[in-house]
């Protein structure tokens, strides 16, 4: 130990590899850790238990083909969902229009959403003036609409826009609702510039279709999900007239299934990067053998001297194998504060980032492994010295 | 020291050889070395460069064991030991002087001393402290405790490496050409420790190639070719100390 203090420079140097292999482990897996936490916060934001319908097969690897040129979702799919539903709340057909937006002088071009009217449920979008449109108004294909915030600042400046009439590609549609500000999502998407309107009127009277985009189900709860997804396949398949084997003509993907899926690539990220940290941590155990065989060639007299006065060979090779872990460990403790220091950082500008536990008790363990096994060599070479030898070393 | 028969031997050579390889050839350095040494002796071994001394040394201090015969010490049989026996025995039986004192450096007269007892368990912290202070008291150096080797002249070095030699108490002290790097002065010095150690009851072996040396002690071996050349009792044994009184002042200090 005197050893460590005696040659305090050239123990810091070989710790540095430990303290960077350990900071680089540490922070990697904090931002894992903090990046999966944002992401799952983020998805459990995007409303309850939503599970995705889309026309055309799921493919897997190849190329996707456009969705908007099947149509397999109609108005009869959507009716037998809900009439049939045992494991699914809400659902919402989709219909989707791109266009300029008018009111006055102003004008914004934004998407205009045609949904049933559990689609704010299903988001758990909330209303801050006025109210949503009614089944009367789906049947009727009426021309009225709920507008987000991002719409309100463009078109209305500091005016309440609820009785007003915009124009959306040349049709005029009246204002009934405002909804809440929802911000942007963590991918950087506007979630206030939409407009939410009847299914029925963005089918009709916008696009002149017969076909939905999607359809939006939510599952009772997130433990049903995979109940909802039978349910909805049985129902699609059956009204499909698709035969046993033959594949769906729509595929269903669930909000549950996202987050697993975006968990796991977290997972593999991740992984992959602490992997690559911890090669650096071999390349420092290497150089913790390597400042350690050094100090066993120029303490041959000393170790000599203490086998001449009856240190065994296990009392030498313990006393290197204490110096290596000392000298890892410390490393390690000094990596870790390292670690936390740039989670802080990270955290300070915005990076989401939380050390996990159980990786401050791996950097230890694998310090310790580090002390133990690079220290070896070197332990074992000190204690295989002749004394004679050894003590007329110069 | 000729009334020997009724004192205890600590030290026991029968016809001891060691041959060393050396390519194809085969050195014989010890060519059947057998004596005795009691308790209490002062032996000085001494012999031409290559006479031996060395590896006969290294035999009595249990680092090196005989390609043949037999080296009983304290009545234990070496030969046949483990390496990490013959460390243990080194440990409690044997106190070695070097030349070149070989201290651990930037640490103190007590740390050094200690040395030994961090090797026996039967010691605690506080105990070995204790012993070696003992020994450095013994020595003269109880003044000089938590000086570091660094930070001390040559004849205080050795006194360290003295009180190390005697801080377990051991069976026998084993010196190689302990005065070897000191001063004339110096030298006196430690011989008159030695003597003082001698007269103690202490049995010390003292390797060297000066022959003044042998007129300090109560018997001298003669090696030559590995061989007991001479072995002979002193029965007119010098004082040191008078002759340290004798050195001119200041002469090389
Ligand atoms: N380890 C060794 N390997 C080979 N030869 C050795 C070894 N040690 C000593 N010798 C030889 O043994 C002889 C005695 O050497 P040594 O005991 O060192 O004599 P001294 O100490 O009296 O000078 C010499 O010829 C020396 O070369
Ligand atoms: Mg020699």
């Known amino acids: ?394 | 020291m000729n009334n020997g028969q009724e004192k205890k031997v600590v030290i026991e050579l029968q016809d001891v050889r060691r041959d060393f390889k050396v390519g194809d050839e085969v050195v014989h350095a010890l060519r059947g070395v057998s004596f005795k040494i009691y308790e209490g002796e002062f032996v000085t071994i001494m012999g031409t460069s290559g006479s031996g001394k060395s590896t006969l040394l290294n035999q009595l201090g249990c680092l090196d064991t005989p390609t043949k015969g037999e080296y009983y010490l304290d009545g234990v049989a070496v030969r046949t030991m483990s390496k990490s026996q013959r460390a243990k025995l080194r440990n409690r039986k044997i106190g070695f002087v070097f030349q070149n004192y070989n201290l651990l450096a930037k640490t103190t007269a007590v740390d050094n001393v200690a040395l030994p007892l961090m090797y026996n368990s039967k010691y605690n912290a506080r105990e070995r402290r204790e012993a070696a202070i003992e020994a450095l008291k013994a020595v003269g150096l109880g003044d000089r405790l938590e000086h570091k080797s660094n930070q001390m002249s040559g004849g205080q070095m050795q006194r360290v490496a003295i009180a190390r030699a005697l801080v377990n108490d051991p069976a026998v002290i084993l010196a190689d050409e302990a005065t070897g790097n000191l001063d004339t002065r110096t030298s006196f010095e430690m011989l008159v420790l030695f003597q003082k150690l001698h007269k103690e009851g202490r049995t010390i072996i003292f390797v060297t190639h000066n022959p003044d040396i042998a007129k300090y002690s109560s018997r001298n071996i003669m090696l030559r070719d590995g061989k007991i050349r001479e072995d002979v009792v002193n029965t007119n044994i010098q004082s040191a100390a008078d002759a340290l009184a004798a050195l001119p002042v200041n002469q090389d200090d």
Not at chain 1, 143 to 167: A, D, H, M, W, Y
Not at chain 1, 221 to 232: G, H, K, R, V, W
Not at chain 1, 376 to 385: D, I, M, R, V
């Open chain 1, 1 to 394: 130990m005197t050893a460590i203090a005696n040659n305090a420079f050239r123990s810091f140097l070989s710790m540095l590899g430990i303290i960077i292999g350990v900071a680089a482990v540490i922070i990697m897996m904090a931002i894992g850790q903090g990046s999966k936490q944002s992401i799952r916060a983020e998805i459990s934001k995007m409303g309850t238990n939503i599970i995705n319908i889309r026309p055309g097969a799921r493919q897997r690897g190849g190329v996707r083909l456009d969705p908007s040129a099947m149509q397999t979702l109609k108005v009869e799919d959507y009716e037998a969902i809900v009439n049939n539903k045992k494991y699914v709340t809400y659902v919402s057909p989709e219909v989707t229009a791109s266009g300029q937006c008018i009111f006055g002088a102003n004008n914004t071009s934004t998407t205009m959403y045609g949904e049933s009217l559990e689609y704010l449920d299903i988001k758990q979008w909330e209303l801050k003036d006025g109210d949503c449109f009614t089944d009367d108004d789906i049947r009727k294909g009426a021309k009225v609409c709920v507008i987000g915030q991002t719409i309100v600042e463009e078109l209305f400046s500091n005016t309440n826009p609820v009785g007003k009439n915009i124009r959306f590609k040349s049709i005029p549609f009246k204002v009934i609702g405002v909804l809440k500000e929802k911000g942007e999502n963590s991918w950087g998407m506007d979630q206030d510039n939409v407009i939410v309107a009847p299914y029925t009127t963005v089918m009709k009277r916008l696009n002149a279709q017969t076909y939905f985009s999607s359809i939006t189900c939510s599952a009772i709860t997130e433990e049903m999900t995979d109940n909802a997804i039978d349910e909805l396949t049985a129902v699609l398949r059956e009204n499909h007239k698709i035969r046993e084997g033959a594949d769906d003509d729509f595929s269903i993907n669930s909000q549950a299934e996202m987050m697993d899926t975006m968990s796991s690539t977290m997972d593999t990220i991740t992984v992959i990067l602490v992997v690559a940290a911890a090669f650096s941590l071999l390349v420092a155990g290497i150089g913790i053998m390597n400042i350690m065989l050094v100090s066993v060639t120029e303490r041959t007299k000393e170790i000599g001297l203490r086998m001449s006065v009856g240190a065994r060979g296990i009392d030498i090779s313990n006393q290197f194998l204490i110096e290596s872990i000392m000298i890892s460990l410390t490393g390690g403790i000094l990596g870790i504060l390292l670690g936390w220091l740039l989670t802080l950082a990270a955290n300070a500008i915005g990076l989401p980032a939380s050390i996990p536990a159980w990786s401050i008790l791996v950097s230890f363990a694998v310090c310790t492994v580090i002390g133990v096994g690079f220290g070896y060599f070197p332990a074992k070479k000190a204690a295989s010295l002749d004394p004679i030898e050894a003590i007329r070393y110069e």
